[in-house]
């Protein structure tokens, strides 16, 4: 099952911010858009805080600033988010998409 966001206006800031459930440890991630043609469409910049307790999840941050989603084409973008950590454990979530529509109004 994928989850979709609602429609993202091209040129704005993406910012979301989630949770996951991962094994104790230090843990990096990266995660790449893709069209449906599997054409390389953007990136999201990802931050992985761990929670104090680490029984509980971490906080997780998808950041693409309007500079770089300006250039994002239109359309459904799909995407995961893969995990690594120092011990070489990668984990992938569940693939995602974003509906790229574009701005009505434009900065000058």
């Not at 990096?28 to 990136?43: D, I, M, P, V, Y």
């Not at 359309?75 to 529509?101: C, E, H, K, P, Q």
Request: glycine content about 10%; hydrophobic content about 45%.
């Amino acid at each position: 099952m994928s989850t979709t966001f609602r429609d993202f206006k091209r040129g704005t800031t993406f910012d979301f911010v989630g949770m996951a459930v991962l094994p104790a440890g230090v843990w990096s991630a990266t995660c790449q858009l893709r069209t449906e043609k599997g054409l390389l469409g953007g990136t999201l910049t990802v931050t992985v805080t761990p929670d104090a307790d680490p029984a509980k999840p971490s906080s997780v941050r998808l950041l693409a600033e309007a500079a770089d989603t300006k250039t994002w084409p239109l359309g459904l973008l799909y995407g995961d988010i893969l995990f690594a950590d120092g011990a070489g454990v990668v984990l992938a979530t569940s693939d995602f998409s974003i509906n790229v529509i574009a701005s009505r109004t434009t900065t000058p």
